[in-house]
């Protein structure tokens, strides 16, 4: 593999700045139309050793100038990482991609959920060959893409409240951070955490029944668990929206992987919004409706159905 510069202040030439503006990221299996503007995707959680398939797609055929030597495309992947107040990125995967002319889709190499966590970024480069023999090719241009993962599950935990001296619930949210810039793991530990309380032993029992052969216990375990998934899920979100509304300011560039970035896009998508600004709206002028609408994205509804459907 040849060298490269690391060098990233190069602004992209109008012909490169084009080639960019026309790339978009598509996932294997998904019908969505390949959107260029789409810089920030949110997708389903994939179970370990899933591998998620991506496609690079010019939306716009690829016009590369005469005298422009350029041949190749730099994939990267790098995962966010972030300890304490120092924020860093680790990369974790790096490829060239051939450029055949009148290329409209680029198949990128596969992606194994535990290598890539909870989100990461790719990083898509523009290699020109450079004049200077110490250099074989520059990055001329550049595009990154953000991806995370929607919340689907939570890190748990079964303890006895009596020991804790809490009250008697049947279970507790507990976030350890002060900000949602914050990721959801920090060197693999949870910043957030579901308490089930043991002191309940039929509680506990219901959590567990997945498998159960009862119909009975099977329902009440769905309904359990999809109950508490809601719950969860609109606490953690009123802990992000207050914030941002406390803070009188525009929603924050999250970083992928944080709490914020993750509660905010998978509310855009739970809640069918345009946009974040859209999500924060609807908190605001209509909690009701924020409310009901976040129980039929979380499928609480779907949790009461007959005996004859389990």
Same mark, same amino acid.
């Given at each position: 593999?040849?060298?490269?510069?690391?060098?990233?202040?190069?602004?992209?030439?109008?012909?490169? !700045?084009? #080639?960019?503006? @026309?790339?978009?990221?598509?996932?294997?299996?998904?019908?969505?139309?390949?959107?260029?503007?789409?810089?920030?995707?949110?997708?389903?959680? %994939?179970?370990?050793?899933?591998?998620?398939?991506?496609?690079? &797609?010019?939306?716009?055929?690829?016009?590369?100038?005469?005298? *422009?030597?350029?041949?190749?495309?730099?994939?990267?992947?790098?995962?966010?990482?972030?300890?304490?107040?120092?924020?860093?990125?680790?990369?974790?995967?790096?490829?060239?991609?051939?450029? &055949? =002319? !009148?290329?409209?889709?680029?198949?990128?190499?596969?992606?194994?959920?535990?290598?890539?966590?909870?989100?990461? $970024?790719?990083?898509?480069?523009?290699?020109?060959?450079?004049? $200077?023999?110490?250099?074989?090719?520059?990055?001329?241009?550049? =595009?990154?893409?953000?991806?995370?993962?929607?919340?689907?599950?939570?890190?748990?935990?079964?303890?006895?409240?009596?020991?804790?001296?809490?009250?008697?619930?049947?279970?507790?949210?507990?976030?350890?951070? +002060?900000?949602?810039?914050?990721?959801?793991?920090?060197?693999?530990?949870? /910043?957030?955490?579901?308490?089930? /309380?043991? +002191?309940?032993?039929?509680? &506990?029992?219901?959590?567990?029944? @997945?498998?159960?052969?009862?119909?009975?216990?099977?329902?009440?375990?769905?309904?359990?668990?999809?109950? #508490?998934?809601?719950?969860?899920?609109?606490?953690?979100?009123?802990?992000?929206? *207050?914030?941002?509304?406390? /803070? !009188?300011?525009?929603?924050? +560039?999250?970083?992928?992987? @944080?709490?914020?970035?993750?509660?905010?896009?998978?509310?855009? =998508?739970?809640?069918?919004? =345009? /946009?974040?600004?859209?999500?924060?709206? %609807?908190?605001?002028?209509? $909690?009701?409706?924020?409310?009901?609408?976040?129980?039929?994205?979380?499928?609480?509804?779907?949790?009461? *159905?007959?005996?004859? +459907?389990?």
């Amino acid at each position: 593999m040849p060298e490269y510069s690391e060098k990233r202040d190069i602004k992209p030439g109008v012909w490169a !700045d084009g #080639m960019l503006k @026309s790339l978009a990221l598509q996932v294997e299996g998904q019908d969505e139309t390949p959107n260029p503007k789409k810089t920030t995707m949110l997708l389903d959680p %994939l179970d370990f050793g899933e591998k998620l398939k991506l496609h690079l &797609v010019f939306t716009n055929p690829i016009e590369i100038p005469s005298g *422009k030597n350029i041949k190749e495309l730099e994939f990267t992947v790098w995962m966010f990482r972030k300890s304490g107040t120092e924020r860093h990125n680790k990369m974790i995967y790096k490829e060239k991609l051939l450029i &055949v =002319k !009148d290329e409209e889709r680029i198949k990128l190499p596969s992606l194994i959920a535990e290598e890539i966590g909870r989100a990461f $970024n790719l990083r898509i480069g523009i290699l020109e060959k450079a004049e $200077n023999p110490e250099f074989p090719s520059f990055i001329a241009g550049e =595009k990154i893409f953000r991806i995370a993962f929607a919340l689907s599950e939570f890190p748990t935990r079964y303890c006895k409240f009596s020991e804790m001296g809490w009250p008697k619930a049947i279970w507790s949210l507990e976030i350890y951070v +002060d900000d949602p810039e914050e990721p959801l793991y920090s060197e693999q530990e949870p /910043n957030l955490i579901v308490n089930l /309380n043991e +002191d309940f032993p039929e509680f &506990v029992r219901l959590t567990k029944t @997945s498998a159960a052969r009862s119909p009975e216990l099977k329902a009440s375990h769905v309904i359990l668990m999809n109950l #508490m998934y809601y719950n969860v899920v609109l606490q953690l979100s009123d802990w992000v929206l *207050k914030h941002i509304i406390k /803070n !009188d300011s525009e929603i924050p +560039d999250y970083e992928e992987g @944080s709490i914020g970035f993750i509660v905010m896009h998978s509310l855009e =998508k739970f809640l069918k919004c =345009k /946009n974040l600004s859209e999500v924060v709206d %609807l908190y605001k002028t209509d $909690n009701t409706i924020f409310q009901m609408l976040l129980q039929e994205a979380t499928k609480l509804s779907e949790s009461f *159905k007959t005996r004859s +459907d389990i």
